[in-house]
């Protein structure tokens, strides 16, 4: 099954594609970066450098650790994270939806060979 993957240049702040995304929904689900990053199989540095890249590419947060406390510290997503999320899954959803038929028409060029 071909796959097409989608990763977007946001000419001079960086590149956006879905492994940052997963770490994004990875936090949101599991409320922690160190989770997240073990869920990713990466290291909790590497998921913090990444949520940091993505503070600078948007000029805010979107990430917020919790101090540790009695039940520990953690972290959740700001509201332009949920917003981050969201335009590049709907992005994603269209450009599969769009690009579908040539994919399709490629395979079976390829399967015929």
Same mark, same amino acid.
């Given at each position: 099954?071909?796959?097409l993957?989608?990763r977007l *240049?946001?000419?001079p +702040? ?5 492994g940052k995304? !997963?770490?994004?929904e990875?936090i949101?689900?599991? @409320?922690?970066?160190?989770a997240?990053?073990r869920? =990713? !199989?990466?290291? *909790?540095k ?6 940091? !890249?993505?503070?600078?590419?948007? /000029? +805010?947060?979107?990430?917020?650790a #919790?101090? /540790? /406390?009695?039940? @520990? /510290? ?7 994270g949920? $917003?981050?999320?969201? $335009?590049?899954r709907d =992005?994603?959803r269209?450009? *599969?939806?769009?690009?579908a038929?040539?994919? #399709?028409?490629l $395979?079976a060029e390829?399967d015929? #060979?």
């Amino acid at each position: 099954m071909p796959s097409l993957t989608l990763r977007l *240049y946001l000419d001079p +702040k960086g590149r956006l594609g879905p492994g940052k995304i !997963e770490l994004l929904e990875q936090i949101a689900a599991t @409320g922690s970066i160190s989770a997240a990053a073990r869920a =990713m !199989e990466m290291s *909790y540095k590497r998921a913090w450098d990444l949520v940091e !890249e993505m503070k600078d590419m948007f /000029g +805010k947060p979107l990430v917020v650790a #919790k101090t /540790g /406390g009695k039940h @520990g /510290g953690g972290a959740e997503l700001t509201e332009v994270g949920e $917003q981050v999320i969201r $335009q590049f899954r709907d =992005m994603e959803r269209a450009v *599969y939806e769009a690009a579908a038929p040539h994919i #399709k028409a490629l $395979q079976a060029e390829a399967d015929t #060979k």
